[in-house]
């Protein structure tokens, strides 16, 4: 069975310091793997995707992720935090040949100034 | 095309009423999803379509939901005798494809008073 754990409900760094938010993921098949971010009463944009390439992902607004196979993780990273990446992180998992994308949980991280 | 559409953004209705929102997807999308977000939670599937073909629906979550796309382009989902349980932010995405990244409209705040 597909799943998704992202391991902190919550995380706060200060700004300027690295971001990490933990993603493990559990899958049968090969996976594709996103992160998405949700603003206040927005909806859902990508950060980045990894589907079967490269395993370091680079995405928007600084943002990164890198998949390991052999710990089935996909963590994103971000090496200097600002304001406003202040939001709602969802891991995500969806699988070759399936129709259905598995959310986990979310992670809201805090910025402080 | 400016992305996924959603009408309305926000909705409060009656217990007992029934309701449609409205999603347009990107317009060379074949395929939309529905999910619903409640508070704290990650985004759940409800329902998928590809083109006018509902291809899963057993995950809406009772008999008062159902959803159309008659010409495969936009798609409604209705929720009949609406419960306060059904408060929730209401999701289409839209994607060309599996394992694709979807992109998802800004939601339809459900508030069944």
């Known amino acids: 069975a597909q799943s998704v754990t992202q391991l902190d409900s919550h995380v706060s760094v200060s700004e300027g310091t690295p971001v990490l938010l933990r993603c493990n993921y559990s899958s049968s098949y090969s996976p594709s793997l996103f992160w998405y971010v949700q603003h206040p009463n927005k909806g859902l944009q990508l950060l980045l995707k990894?589907?079967?390439?490269?395993?370091l992902v680079k995405g928007i607004n600084g943002f990164e992720a890198e998949f390991k196979k052999s710990e089935t993780s996909f963590h994103l990273t971000k090496p200097s935090a600002h304001m406003s990446d202040a939001a709602e992180y969802f891991c995500v998992v969806s699988y070759t040949g399936g129709f259905k994308t598995i959310f986990g949980a979310g992670t809201r991280l805090f910025v402080k100034a | 095309d400016t992305g996924v559409s959603q009408n309305p953004r926000h909705k409060i209705t009656k217990r007992g009423q029934n309701v449609t929102f409205r999603c347009d997807p990107i317009s060379e999308h074949n395929r939309l999803y529905w999910y619903r977000q409640t508070l704290g939670q990650g985004p759940e599937f409800l329902t998928y379509?590809?083109?006018?073909?509902?291809?899963?629906k057993s995950r809406l979550l009772s008999d008062r939901f159902s959803a159309e796309r008659p010409k495969g382009s936009f798609s409604t989902l209705e929720i009949q005798r609406t419960e306060q349980g059904d408060s929730a932010m209401y999701l289409c995405?839209?994607?060309?494809?599996?394992?694709?990244?979807?992109?998802f409209g800004s939601g339809t705040r459900l508030t069944v008073v």
């Open positions: 995405a839209s994607s060309p494809g599996t394992g694709v990244y979807y992109t």
């Open positions: 990894y589907t079967s390439a490269a395993t």
């Open positions: 379509f590809q083109n006018e073909a509902q291809l899963e």
